[in-house]
């Protein structure tokens, strides 16, 4: 006969026996006018031995679900959020992060509440979150809202899979990742509407792994025009529409006037914006002319994005979210609603724009020897595309303002070689769509004197931009790129020991250093060799309030301003100079719009925390650009399975090599599995994979002639194979790269099985 457990003033009236559920461990917690603990619960329910144990149990899921404080001796409800629990980042408000509980199943379907999560003064600051980030924090209750404080970042969880609904022989089923990091289907237990074939957004099913998965969100056919750009921007969280509040502010800036008595007006200037051909915004604009002394009076005319999103408006808090433009080959996904980039503030041909100038004087050494900024009004003469303006100089049939353009650069050009930033060849792939969005080409871009043309002007004005604030001890967002570390330059100095070459770690390391290293290799795959090892040896860049440097530029100071359009850091700098040198434009009575356009209290008091966010936006920019083109190269590769190309080794590890087909990018698998029957060491110094008995050796920079044997376009994933060259048997054929003192190889090699047939993966056939 199980044990009465007696009613008590403190607990009201008996509860239920038994092992008790959430809900009435709640109700118990509630009506208990004394702080109950796991005793006076197990009593209270009459519980003994193994119920007991179970209880515990509970509890422990009850406080990491929110549901209670998670003391041991007394529990509380807590209204959803315990003492110290796990976040989820899902907004980013004004540059705070807003999370939510990571783990939240209430018995009432309750939603979870959002918390504002808070640093702690005195605390060392917590590198920026972004949306989808964890966070172990201390809550606390704030008024009728929860903040908590920050204790440590936790690593990714996969919550949210993107994927392609697949249906095995049984009918059940399967997500098949779009992330080429997750190899294994994963079991769906809920397909909601979705269909075979579709892309899809899921999440667990239960808090159990064997719960499988359930269908939020379809997203549609995953191989239709634009839907590359779509995974990208799911699997990122990249924000891709804007408040209606947004919209509608971003309507009525449009609309403010342009004052002609507080502008200065360079209309009359033949200004030109020289920019891809198929470019919507244009952010710059470029005009040179001779001072009769050997150099050049310039001007560097920049879209005046500050004039219209005013600090703290809603325009500015979409801005701060997205921290930058993300540029896919199907679509933009704009910093700015489109009234805004892509009208107003694009500095159109023909058309009056409102522009921040930066003035220049060029020496006939190159040397910028002064600068100012004004407020302008501009009226841009021409939009030019790259190509044209290089074929008009190269044709002889150029305007004088852009022989005047050329003849300014040349002098600037002096200067950077002087200068000797780091020179490292690095081709950038260049997707072309037709006017249904299929591939049409892809191909790496072509570099012309107009791109560095451009380029130069820009560099001048960003730091002209930078100097200027500090002549006027005013706030500054930097672009910083730090020297290699000493951990990577030792790495750098052993690998390049491999090739008999030395790296003296005793000198000041200066980008001329590694220009050197590169301009005494002649060997092209030894030179592609190098130049990999140099650039893994780099940092990257950021942005932020304390000045290191670029050491990329070979410069002191240097900060973005010359693309307030697609970039916020821009936009602070304006803001920025707006306060420095006093450039503020009344603004009409009858505008409800916030009064300035230069910087807002919270940023001129904290410049690191927007800086932080904002490179940790362009990161995921980066990461989603680069993703969604392997995506687009892979879908163009679908076709050419079983076709031989031309590739190098970009990279060696011990399960296999990485290569990438020359002259058209898409990086690429070749399994260990498949380069022979032998077994082969890797050498993790050298970067080197060799055959224990044949000699053979693979390290990266060599020329291999390979065979694609699968191209996923959902993933971007690429496999090679050895090539062919008798029934049964295959020999990777490969020129170059010959290590020092090893002899060419020559062994053969047996190619491995392939992976399951899936129907998102195209697979060759042996010919």
Not at 122 to 127: F, L, P, T
Request: hydrophobic share 40%; proline share 6%; net charge neutral.
């Amino acid at each position: 006969m199980p044990a009465m457990v007696h009613s008590t003033s403190s607990h009201g009236s008996r509860p239920p026996q038994g092992m008790p559920t959430r809900q009435q461990v709640l109700d118990f917690i509630a009506r208990s006018d004394e702080p109950a603990g796991k005793r006076e619960i197990a009593r209270a329910f009459g519980l003994k031995g193994q119920e007991k144990i179970a209880l515990k149990a509970l509890l422990k899921d009850m406080a990491e679900e929110g549901l209670i404080d998670g003391n041991r001796t007394a529990f509380h409800r807590m209204g959803g959020v315990p003492r110290v629990t796990v976040l989820r980042v899902v907004d980013i408000d004004d540059g705070e992060a807003i999370a939510i509980p990571d783990s939240w199943h209430p018995d009432d379907g309750a939603p979870p509440p959002r918390v504002r999560l808070v640093e702690q003064r005195g605390k060392q600051r917590q590198q920026a979150l972004r949306v989808g980030d964890r966070v172990l924090a201390r809550t606390e209750e704030a008024g009728k809202g929860w903040i908590a404080h920050p204790m440590k970042k936790l690593p990714a969880q996969t919550d949210q899979m993107l994927g392609v609904v697949e249906i095995d022989g049984a009918g059940r089923g399967w997500l098949a990742p779009v992330d080429k990091r997750v190899r294994n289907a994963v079991p769906i237990s809920d397909l909601g509407q979705a269909e075979v074939g579709q892309l899809v957004l899921a999440e667990p099913a239960g808090r159990s792994p064997r719960s499988g998965l359930k269908v939020t969100t379809v997203l549609g056919d995953p191989l239709a025009p634009r839907a590359f750009s779509l995974i990208a921007i799911h699997k990122h969280g990249i924000p891709f529409s804007f408040s209606e509040k947004a919209i509608e502010e971003a309507k009525l800036a449009a609309a403010l006037p342009l004052s002609e008595e507080h502008r200065e007006d360079l209309r009359h200037l033949p200004i030109v914006a020289i920019d891809p051909v198929d470019a919507r915004d244009h952010d710059d604009a470029i005009w040179a002319e001779p001072d009769g002394e050997g150099g050049f009076r310039a001007l560097v005319a920049i879209a005046d994005v500050s004039f219209y999103v005013r600090p703290g408006g809603a325009v500015d808090r979409d801005a701060r979210k997205r921290g930058n433009s993300v540029y896919f080959p199907d679509r933009v996904v704009p910093m700015l609603p489109e009234v805004l980039s892509a009208d107003v503030c694009s500095l159109k041909a023909g058309a009056d724009r409102a522009a921040m100038a930066c003035h220049m004087t060029i020496d006939a050494q190159g040397r910028v020897t002064s600068w100012r900024f004004t407020r302008a009004l501009v009226r841009i003469a021409e939009v030019i595309a790259y190509e044209e303006a290089q074929r008009r100089i190269d044709a002889d049939e150029a305007e004088a303002h852009l022989v005047n353009l050329w003849a300014a650069w040349r002098l600037l050009e002096k200067a950077r070689k002087d200068r000797d930033p780091l020179e490292l060849d690095l081709p950038e792939r260049r997707v072309l769509l037709d006017e249904q969005g299929r591939i049409a080409e892809v191909a790496l871009r072509e570099r012309l004197d107009a791109h560095r043309v451009v380029e130069d002007f820009m560099v001048a004005a960003n730091v002209a931009a930078a100097k200027a604030l500090e002549a006027k001890v005013a706030p500054v967002v930097y672009r910083i790129h730090e020297p290699p570390t000493r951990e990577k330059l030792l790495a750098l100095k052993d690998y390049l020991a491999t090739f008999d070459r030395k790296l003296a770690l005793g000198q000041v390391i200066t980008p001329s250093l590694f220009n050197r290293m590169l301009k005494d290799v002649t060997d092209e795959a030894e030179k592609a060799l190098v130049m990999e090892a140099v650039l893994r040896s780099q940092t990257q860049a950021y942005y932020g309030p304390r000045n290191a440097g670029h050491f990329g530029l070979s410069l002191g100071s240097y900060a973005h301003f010359t693309s307030p359009i697609r970039r916020y850091s821009d936009l602070l700098v304006h803001r920025a100079l707006v306060d420095a040198y006093d450039l503020e434009q009344p603004r009409p009575q009858d505008h409800d719009l916030p009064p300035t356009s230069g910087l807002a209290d919270r940023d001129r008091n904290d410049l690191a925390r927007v800086s932080e966010a904002i490179s940790a936006s362009e990161r995921r920019a980066m990461e989603a650009e680069r993703e969604t083109i392997d995506r687009y190269v892979a879908a163009w590769l679908a076709g050419r399975v079983g076709e031989v190309f031309d590739t190098r080794i970009t990279g060696v590890q011990k399960f296999g090599l990485f290569a990438t087909i020359i002259g058209l990018g898409g990086d690429g698998l070749v399994p260990v599995s498949v380069l022979g029957a032998e077994r082969f060491a890797y050498d993790e110094k050298a970067q080197v994979l060799e055959g224990e008995s044949s000699g053979e050796q693979f390290a990266m920079g060599m020329i291999l002639k390979l065979r694609l044997a699968e191209a996923n376009p959902l993933t971007g994933a690429l496999k090679f194979e050895p090539v062919d060259v008798a029934e049964g048997v295959s020999r990777i054929e490969r020129r170059g790269g010959k290590l020092p003192g090893k002899p060419k190889p020559k062994g053969k090699f047996m190619t491995g099985k392939r992976g399951r047939p899936s129907n998102i993966r195209h697979q060759g056939k042996r010919k």
